[in-house]
């Protein structure tokens, strides 16, 4: 992958660190399997990050920098390496990789880094030289609190090891985001609930939620196909999704994607079962607004709705399903774009009434429909 000419950005690529608070142009380096010495039941970097293992050269991670830089309207830059372990990468490895951004990080044209680990290959020796190389943001591959989850996936460390190491990341005022995959081995919904419950407590600033999925060649395929393990239904996998971003909006907390990223080699022919749509963080979000119309809005009314512009697409839904839903009901449905509406709001206005409604406070799900 590295030694192929770099691809433009493209809008997929484009995360900000957390959204709405800080506005950043991601600029990726996949780093694949490197320095991860597990084998984790669900995994095959290979496939998720499409990298080859190769780490990029000082000139490749210079070049990209100046690609990305040229076409971001002078917005800031985040360097971040995902995928593999970073922090067990040999030392030498990791100041190869963070040195060349020294020179960028002190004239500006680089604001941060990121990097993403196991939360047992850090430490606050680690963490102290991580932040005086300009590391600004640490995600962390929780997965789950659940220790019997943790152990049926092959995980090789413990709940503790995650809250000490989400402690230690905040204890130096740096960024901490966490990675949690609902759907493993031995997990429960009220487990994956629980878990993303104690990472907010522990003080996660942002959240990845992946539903697990079965890639090819994994253990995890090997357990599906010998019927010893039942991956979440799409169905179950975006009601669970619901609950778990429901429950992060409630305490403020980003989620900055829901579902791997069909990317780089991730794609439907590599998923062997589970819980995975391209978009699935908008078919989710999506399911959140058709509740509340159909909670608020009875049968055979005409109505019109209005909501945040950058949110209606997720109250249509995806080939209008929201649309086609309401319908069924005798419900005619007219949606307004309205920039004064809050992203989890709508003003539901009818012949004898307008009512504004919120996705956070006025659902409430039991995590037992799941
Ligand atoms: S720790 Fe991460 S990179 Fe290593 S096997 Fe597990 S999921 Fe894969």
Not at 91 to 109: A, D
Not at 142 to 156: E, F, I, Y
Not at 339 to 361: F, P, R
Request: proline content about 5%.
């Amino acid at each position: 992958m590295h030694n192929r000419p770099l691809p433009p950005p493209r809008s997929a690529f484009f995360q900000p660190v957390v959204k709405s608070r800080v506005k950043m142009i991601t600029v990726p380096f996949f780093i694949s399997h490197q320095g991860c010495p597990h084998t984790c039941v669900f995994c095959d970097q290979r496939t998720i990050s499409g990298a080859n293992g190769a780490l990029p050269s000082t000139a490749q991670i210079l070049d990209r920098i100046e690609l990305w830089r040229s076409t971001a309207d002078g917005r800031s830059l985040e360097v971040a390496f995902f995928g593999g372990t970073f922090t067990a990468l040999n030392k030498e490895t990791q100041r190869q990789l963070l040195s060349p951004l020294q020179p960028l990080l002190r004239n500006g044209t680089v604001a941060s880094v990121r990097i993403s680990t196991r939360p047992d290959c850090i430490d606050i020796e680690h963490i102290v030289w991580l932040s005086q190389m300009g590391v600004r943001t640490i995600e962390l591959g929780v997965q789950s609190l659940d220790n019997s989850v943790l152990k049926a996936s092959g995980r090789g460390h413990s709940a503790t090891d995650s809250l000490n190491a989400i402690h230690c990341i905040k204890s130096q005022g740096l960024i901490v985001g966490a990675q949690l995959m609902p759907g493993l081995p031995e997990d429960t919904p009220d487990a994956s609930l629980a878990s993303l419950e104690q990472t907010i407590t522990a003080g996660a600033d942002f959240l990845r939620i992946y539903p697990t999925v079965v890639l090819h060649g994994t253990e995890l395929a090997r357990r599906y196909s010998a019927g010893e393990f039942t991956p979440l239904t799409y169905d179950r996998g975006v009601s669970l999704c619901k609950i778990l971003l429901q429950r992060a909006m409630r305490s403020n907390i980003p989620v900055i994607r829901i579902g791997l990223q069909a990317d780089h080699g991730l794609n439907s022919d590599s998923i062997l079962a589970g819980c995975w749509h391209p978009s699935l963080g908008q078919l989710v979000r999506s399911q959140l607004y058709a509740d509340l119309i159909s909670r608020f809005v009875a049968s055979d009314q005409h109505v019109t709705i209005s909501c945040h512009p950058a949110r209606v697409s997720d109250v249509i839904g995806m080939k209008r399903i929201n649309i086609q839903g309401q319908t069924s009901r005798g419900v005619q449905i007219q949606i307004i774009s309205d920039a004064k509406i809050k992203k989890e709001e709508l003003k539901v206005q009818t012949e004898v009434s307008c009512v504004t409604y919120s996705i956070i406070s006025d659902i409430n799900y039991l995590i037992s429909e799941v």
